[in-house]
């Protein structure tokens, strides 16, 4: 299972708007509304943010949004904060076997 | 406290065997499937193994099968990973995750640990 395709980093000016591209394939992405997306500040654990594709769970900002089309899903920050930067991971439900699998990763900068 | 409490990690020699453990508390164990999620230095996340709530349905990454063993023991809220023949590309932050599901399928990790560091080197 290869893993799903981020960009590297991705930046943004306080209050600003941003949108993170999570790209895979109709085997994960695009097969199953099983896309959640994981913050993770340097040394920490990573914390879920978007579950199946676009619920936030209670106590996220709502900041934080996700959306999905065909095999790519997005996670988009609004009113970007200097909280904001840290690494995102998005990550797809795939079936059975080898049930999950993990974008490569995007480095979000608060200018 | 709802928690998961990673433990076992440390410098191993190539080829050698390491056994995790996760001791979880504040939730009912034995109704959800567990994960180990692991991060190399400076890198992503990578799934390496998951298992259901009985344990009847167990699966591993590519890069891990035949030399992990994911084990839960549900009367002791633990979870476990064994590691043999280890390689310096198993280096790395290894993760507990908690399943939203019973079975694996439940879509995503609502809940991890701080993690446990794993060296493979001689």
């Known amino acids: 299972q290869s893993a799903l395709t981020q960009p590297a980093s991705v930046s943004g000016s306080p209050g600003q708007s941003i949108t993170i591209s999570c790209t895979g394939t109709?085997?994960?992405?695009?097969?199953?509304?099983?896309v959640s997306w994981y913050q993770q500040h340097p040394g920490k654990a990573p914390k879920l943010m978007i579950n199946?594709?676009?619920n936030r769970p209670s106590g996220v900002s709502n900041r934080f949004s996700g959306s999905k089309s065909g095999n790519t899903a997005s996670l988009t920050i609004s009113g970007l904060q200097a909280e904001d930067e840290a690494d995102y991971y998005c990550s797809s439900y795939t079936g059975i076997t080898t049930p999950y699998v993990f974008g490569t990763g995007t480095k979000v900068t608060v200018l | 406290e709802v928690q998961l409490v990673e433990s076992g990690g440390g410098l191993v020699q190539p080829g050698r065997s390491l056994r995790l453990s996760c001791a979880a508390s504040?939730?009912?164990?034995?109704?959800?499937?567990m994960h180990w999620v692991r991060q190399a230095p400076g890198k992503g996340l990578e799934w390496v193994s998951g298992?259901?709530?009985?344990?009847?349905?167990?699966g591993y990454a590519d890069s891990v099968k035949g030399r992990f063993t994911i084990s839960r023991d549900n009367a002791k809220n633990s979870l476990y990973l064994q590691m043999n023949s280890l390689r310096a590309e198993d280096t790395a932050l290894y993760y507990c995750a908690k399943d939203i599901g019973y079975d694996m399928s439940g879509g995503y990790f609502d809940l991890w640990g701080r993690g446990s560091l794993v060296t493979v080197s001689s």
């Open positions: 504040g939730f009912t164990f034995d109704d959800y499937a």
């Open positions: 298992i259901s709530w009985n344990s009847r349905s167990i």
């Open positions: 199946d594709v676009s």
């Open positions: 109709s085997s994960d992405v695009g097969g199953y509304n099983y």
